[in-house]
């Protein structure tokens, strides 16, 4: 299958910094890309949506000032989570789809911490 | 409103023997369903996946089914191996793209 590499695989950071998660596609263009979050023994939950060069589109209930999605390429997206706290620490997974009715590949996950 | 379901949290199996996880769903607009193996601290891995136009899709070990009346699917993998311990998250999509997840539920092959 195609291959998603997302980077940091985990990551620690002090309460009120910024986290950069890295999603790339390394053999196909990924003209839609989706973050999720996954809290412990629940389900992925979709954060947002996210086709390259336009503005991404959050699901209900996510706050887009604070996680901060960029679509630059076909190749590349990225989430930044903002002014970190405690309560953001989960397990962040981005998927990439080539086209619509192709089925999604992830990425490895990162796991953040706040501390 | 959980759209996709996976009422049970687990199943245990014996090696060898036919492992069966289900999965139900209430949006009727979904046509595209997938399975997905998880791994703690990983990215979900892409199993199988059936079109709505389908009632059964089979992959070597593993096979999926389809009822659409009932709104329900089901994983089957026979035989079942200790290598298939693991989560397994259903997933239905419509013309949005979006995946949408069920809470998973987690294998355990008994050797």
């Known amino acids: 299958g195609a291959v998603v590499s997302q980077h940091p695989s985990w990551v620690i950071c002090k ?3 910024s986290v950069k998660i890295e999603c790339r596609s390394l053999d196909f263009q990924a003209t839609t890309m989706f973050w999720y979050r996954q809290f ?3 389900s992925l939950m979709l954060m947002a949506t996210s086709n390259e060069g336009s503005k ?6 996510v706050e887009k000032d604070k996680f901060l999605i960029n679509h630059a390429s076909l190749t590349l997206s990225t989430l930044t989570v903002t002014s970190a706290h405690p309560e953001d620490s989960s397990f962040y997974i981005c998927s990439a789809r ?5 089925e999604a590949f992830f990425g490895q996950g ?6 | 409103d959980q759209q996709v379901k996976q009422n049970s949290p687990s199943l245990s199996v014996q090696e060898g023997r036919i492992s069966i996880l289900n999965c139900d769903y209430t949006n009727s607009m979904f046509d ?11 990215g979900p891995t892409f199993l199988i996946s059936i079109s709505s136009i ?3 899709n089979e992959d070597g070990r593993f096979t999926v089914f389809l009822n659409k009346s009932a709104k329900h699917l089901s994983l089957h993998i026979v035989p079942s191996q200790p290598g298939d311990s693991a989560v397994y ?4 999509t419509s013309n949005t793209g979006k995946l949408i997840f069920g809470q998973g539920t987690t294998l355990q092959v008994k050797p």
């Open chain 1, 15 to 17: 309460s009120g910094t």
């Open chain 1, 40 to 42: 412990p023994k629940q």
């Open chain 1, 56 to 61: 991404a589109t959050y699901e209900q209930g």
């Open chain 1, 98 to 102: 080539q086209e619509l009715g192709t």
């Open chain 1, 110 to 115: 990162t796991r953040l911490t706040v501390v």
């Open chain 2, 32 to 42: 595209y369903f997938l399975w997905y193996k998880k791994y703690p601290a990983e």
């Open chain 2, 54 to 56: 389908k009632d059964k």
């Open chain 2, 89 to 92: 998250f259903c997933a239905a």
